[in-house]
């Protein structure tokens, strides 16, 4: 039996906030959005959403696991999450299991649409069905953005379509990145692939997962790309990483995330409330950011912001 | 009430950190409602005049009055006349228990030296606090690599010795399973929670290993202080048990030592 997941069902609800009309957010691409045209509009009232959460760490059924997931998320104030990639870790799917989980994160959204938010899983190697994934998942379904993982480094070119697309469907591009001291995945990308990436299409909005982990190192690599957001999740709770990307990409460009359920809400939500940075740089982090990178797609959708 | 086991004072040699002095350090614990921390020294993963960081934890922690703070001095088994050392650590500084870092000062736990330290510090009566990690193996600075330490051959370590009582912290990132149940299972280990990750993973803890067991730790000040207090939020826990993790069991292992 699904739970009451609207917003006055939370028992930690915050002040709901008005992002302009659906027309004028429209008019906003994602890539504009994420220059900080209108931050200050869009700072946001505190409400806290969460850009990488997977439907893992709980069991179940994809919704029982949203509830689960949602009640973890409920105690510490976490208003939306960002799901992608469903029940199962695959690094180099099929076309075929690609669809799967996005199904999944389909049925998920459509678990508590006021709640979750999808992104759609795609390979690269297989570069024409990934375009219709995205047709089918985002043009045509409720999903608000595009992720992708360990399956080819995105500094290649077969990524370029998937951006491409991604500019005209003005939804946001999340990829994973590493920076192992050792070396990561064959096909994992580093922060400095990310640059690449981004050199090469500055009309995309995108957004660094983990900073590349090694975050000192990230937040310098993605320094001179404005159109990509450093996201926090994934690593230790480390002090002093939101401050440092704060100070040198802008409260802007910093995006709060958690990476649950491998990692805690608690854990990473805390780099940010334990920061020592201004209330007007920590709600932009633990919101307002990815809103206003998603306010063109929820607005073409007609979804609240 | 909190007591915090896993604090450190002094510089972090890679980077300057927000609570790296003590009045923010101070501040810090103040505002979540530490009342009791348990501090080691940085210095002591680096220095070698051990004498003279453990002296200064001591008196650092003697003058703060804002939060009681307790000092574990660090020991270095590699180190000549270590013995020395832990005799002031308990006689001297009169310390409940020492903080050891393996990794950083070069011994395996299966070598005799490591027993040899136990057997000293347990005729002490003093409490081992052993940091399995300081940081994320995958992104140390290349000029310092530290594998994590091997708790392999703990558990018998901890058997043959029936007087040791043993912290581990830093461990729950990677002690898990089977080698988690066995150290729990000696009776006298205990683990704190500032490495423990996973949606709601005390609420899980708890299940794999006795709550009598579990302690809050921060790692404060490398990581944010609010990683510990929002788990204790996140996580499935009783009143009971949240009351446990927070500062009963740390209360009842130092009366045991007293």
Same mark, same amino acid.
């Given at each position: 039996?699904? !739970? ?63 509830? !689960? ?101 003005? %939804? ?59 996201? %926090? ?49 920590? !709600? ?22 | ?38 501090? #080691?020294?940085?210095? #002591? ?23 009681? /703070? ?15 050392? +832990? ?21 395996? /736990? ?19 606090? +052993? ?32 007087? +040791? ?11 898990? #399973? ?21 949606? #709601? ?58």
């Amino acid at each position: 039996m699904s !739970r009451d997941h609207s917003p006055a069902a939370r028992p930690l609800t915050r002040r709901g906030m008005m992002l302009g009309t659906a027309q004028a957010t429209a008019a906003v691409t994602a890539a504009g959005a994420l220059a900080g045209v209108s931050a200050q509009a869009e700072e946001g009232d505190g409400e806290i959403w969460d850009a990488h959460v997977h439907l893992s760490g709980v069991t179940g059924t994809v919704e029982e696991r949203v509830d !689960r997931l949602l009640e973890f998320a409920d105690r510490l104030g976490i208003a939306r999450l960002v799901v992608f990639m469903g029940t199962s870790f695959v690094r180099h799917p099929s076309p075929e299991e690609v669809r799967q989980q996005n199904d999944e994160v389909l049925r998920a959204i459509g678990h508590a649409p006021d709640r979750v938010l999808g992104m759609a899983y795609l390979n690269p190697e297989h570069a024409q069905e990934s375009l219709a994934e995205m047709d089918r998942c985002i043009r045509d379904g409720s999903m608000v953005g595009v992720k992708l993982w360990v399956a080819m480094r995105c500094s290649r070119p077969e990524l370029d379509p998937i951006v491409r697309r991604s500019v005209e469907l003005q %939804v946001p591009v999340l990829q994973h990145t590493f920076d192992h001291v050792d070396g990561g995945l064959p096909g994992e990308s580093t922060s400095a692939d990310m640059a690449a990436l981004a050199v090469r299409h500055p009309d995309a909005a995108l957004i660094c997962a983990h900073t590349g982990g090694d975050w000192e190192r990230g937040v310098r690599t993605i320094r001179a790309c404005p159109n990509v957001c450093a996201e %926090v999740c994934g690593s230790d709770p480390t002090a002093g990483f939101v401050e440092m990307a704060v100070r040198e990409l802008g409260s802007e460009r910093v995006i709060y995330a958690s990476d649950a359920g491998g990692r805690s809400f608690a854990s990473q939500l805390a780099k940010v409330t334990g920061a020592d940075v201004s209330a007007t740089a920590r !709600r932009l982090v633990l919101g307002g950011n990815l809103r206003r990178l998603l306010a063109p797609a929820l607005a073409m959708k007609g979804a609240k912001p | 009430m909190i007591v915090d086991v896993n604090a450190n004072v002094s510089r972090w040699p890679f980077r300057r950190i927000p609570c790296d002095e003590l009045p923010p350090l101070i501040e810090k614990l103040c505002a979540h409602r530490v009342t009791q921390a348990w501090v #080691g020294s940085l210095d #002591g993963l680096f220095h070698r005049d051990l004498g003279r960081v453990n002296l200064r934890l001591t008196e650092t922690c003697r003058q703060e009055r804002g939060v009681e /703070l307790i000092p574990f001095g660090s020991v270095n088994p590699m180190l000549p006349d270590w013995q020395e050392d +832990l005799r002031r650590c308990a006689d001297d500084f009169r310390m409940p228990g020492i903080r050891l870092h393996p990794n950083y000062h070069g011994y395996r /736990l299966d070598e005799a030296v490591f027993a040899d330290l136990v057997d000293l510090a347990a005729a002490k009566n003093l409490l081992v606090q +052993l940091v399995v990690r300081m940081d994320d193996v995958r992104v140390q600075p290349g000029l310092m690599r530290i594998p994590n330490v091997d708790v392999a051959p703990l558990a018998e370590i901890v058997r043959s010795h029936p007087s +040791l009582r043993m912290v581990l912290l830093n461990a729950l990132g990677t002690l898990r #399973g089977q080698a988690l149940h066995e150290l729990a299972a000696t009776g006298r280990v205990w683990f704190d929670i500032s490495t423990r990750e996973g949606v #709601g993973g005390l609420g899980t803890l708890v299940r794999e290993v006795p709550p009598s067991r579990v302690l809050f730790g921060s790692h404060l000040p490398l990581f944010v202080l609010e990683s510990a207090v929002l788990k204790m939020r996140e996580s499935d826990l009783d009143d009971r048990h949240r009351r446990a993790i927070a500062f009963e069991n740390a209360q009842g292992l130092l009366g045991d030592g007293a």
